[in-house]
């Protein structure tokens, strides 16, 4: 969907499998939250660099694949205007309790090959609005193959206290707590839960609490099932009570308006 300063598009073959491409005008920095899917996601020109909530980093440079674990939270800096991300369910991945965390190749292993040769074909079949649901199906089931080849599972448990931060925040996000809760959660001062969001994400508790907050919002509005929803009430029930700042915040973090996307959510429920 075009935009005065960006352009953002959502396709989806199914719940299982979607890609999400975005562009944008300029530098972007924020935090990522645990979501309920795996995201496979590329750039195709800048860089970015990625930081996980254990300390790891990487710098992601264009056309080097890197996935992001739907159970961890990250932080992140880029440049880049133009990125494509593929979301993938972790039932199609032989999840059925707790999604697993996978483990990022360096970027010169040989096994980013042959994903990089899937996410070239794979990404403008999906795109396509007349694939036929048994083309979709083998493409699901390309997509599992290769990424489990690609990205080994681990279940590491590094930075208990942050880790303890970002499940609280995950599962009390539409609660109304405050930064002293999320420290008391973890066993930290307000100012030791501080510091280690700085060093972490390079953001305040309160903003990771916002982001993720906006993200729900977003997931709201896209995935709504039945009944009358309006972004007043959306935006209400995950505690943003200024609807000016709520919707500035919410166009610069998805590059269109929260009744856009509101709107894209029901065409796409009529599919």
């Known amino acids: 969907m075009p935009t005065d300063d960006g352009w953002f598009e959502l396709r989806s073959g199914d719940d299982e499998l979607w890609v999400h491409r975005i562009r944008t005008d300029g530098p972007q920095s924020g935090t990522i ?39 961890a939270a990250y932080g992140f800096d ?34 980013l090959d042959p994903l990089r040769a899937l996410l070239r074909d794979v990404v403008d079949r999906l795109l396509d609005p007349a694939l036929p649901e048994e083309h979709l199906r083998a493409l699901k089931h390309r997509v ?10 681990a279940r590491t448990d590094v930075e208990q206290r942050m880790r303890r931060a970002v ?23 307000e100012r030791g839960l501080q510091d280690l969001f700085r060093r ?6 309160t903003r990771y609490l916002r982001e993720v907050r906006l993200d729900r919002v977003h997931l709201e509005l ?24 709520f919707a500035a915040s919410y166009r610069a973090r998805f590059g269109e308006q929260p009744h856009e996307t509101l709107e894209r959510g029901r ?3 009529r599919r």
């Open 33 to 71: 939250g645990p979501r309920p899917d795996h995201v496979v996601f590329w750039l195709a020109d800048g860089h970015a660099t990625v930081t996980a909530e254990d300390g790891a980093r990487w710098d992601v440079r264009p056309g080097q694949p890197m996935v992001l674990s739907a159970p």
């Open 78 to 111: 880029t440049d880049a205007t133009h990125m494509t991300l593929l979301h993938v369910a972790p039932s199609l991945l032989g999840d059925t309790d707790e999604p697993h965390r996978f483990v990022q190749p360096d970027p010169t292993d040989n096994r």
């Open 144 to 153: 599992a193959t290769v990424v489990l080849s690609t990205y080994t599972r």
């Open 167 to 189: 499940a609280f925040v995950d599962e009390h996000a539409r609660d109304p707590i405050t930064v002293a809760d999320v420290a008391d959660a973890c066993g930290l001062s």
């Open 200 to 205: 972490r994400f390079g953001v305040t508790p």
């Open 222 to 245: 896209i995935v709504r099932r039945s009944g009358v929803v309006t972004v007043h009430d959306v935006a209400h029930r995950w505690h943003f009570a200024h609807l000016g700042r």
């Open 267 to 269: 065409g796409r429920g």
